[in-house]
């Protein structure tokens, strides 16, 4: 039996081969119904899993962010805000690295092309906020907790792009690396008695 576009989640046929065309014609020059006939499925089908092109590679935003959320609120207790990040960051992480041949190309597509980039930050500061509001739900002040998780998914996605870049690693690794250089820049910190005129 033939597996059905989109029938189980982001990373399927019709989300691959829908990547696929982006890459070959660009976002802009690809239309729906060219999405929906590589895919072997009518437009009317397509719009029925999708509002617009666009979120054919934001699909997997909704599985990332409550694997993200879910993590958080389970993480062991005693751990601190960045602890407690890193281990939401794997958990997606793994998510990432199952759907490998969907996640690069779709990252690929994103960087050329404008008005995804714009989505993507739009989707970013949506998951920002999400993982803000769920290390506030473990008693995290609530200015550290907006701080903590911008600056996590900043790492996070440094991570990512290292993975890409260089496969070798998983990107576990790339997440434990990334974190400790963080480290390193937040001991690196100079006291703002230090600089001239405070």
């Known amino acids: 039996m033939p597996t059905k576009p989109w029938s189980r989640g982001p990373w399927t046929v019709g ?21 929906a006939a590589r895919a072997g499925v009518n437009e009317r089908t397509f719009f029925r899993h999708f509002p617009d092109k666009r979120e054919v590679l934001f699909d997997g935003q909704a599985a990332v962010r409550a694997a993200l ?9 005693g751990l601190r805000p960045f602890e407690i990040l890193l281990c939401a960051f794997r958990k ?7 759907n490998r041949p969907f996640s690069e190309p779709r990252l690929e597509v994103i ?18 906020e999400a993982l ?34 260089d496969p070798s690693h998983s990107l576990d690794a790339h997440l ?23």
């Open 15 to 35: 989300a691959s081969r829908t990547t696929e065309l982006y890459r070959e014609r660009g976002f802009d020059q690809t239309t729906t119904a060219e999405i």
């Open 69 to 77: 959320v879910e993590a958080v609120a389970e993480s062991p207790d």
């Open 92 to 98: 997606a992480g793994r998510i990432l690295e199952e």
């Open 111 to 128: 960087a050329v092309t404008p008005a995804l980039r714009e989505r993507e930050l739009a989707k970013a500061a949506s998951l920002t």
């Open 132 to 165: 803000t509001q769920a290390l506030r739900q473990r008693d995290v002040d609530d200015r550290l907790a907006g701080l903590a998780a911008q600056t996590g998914w900043a790492v996070f996605h440094q991570a990512v792009q290292a993975w890409i870049d």
């Open 176 to 198: 434990s690396r990334t974190f400790e250089d963080l480290r390193t820049l937040s001991a690196a910190v100079p006291s703002t008695k230090a600089c001239p005129g405070s």
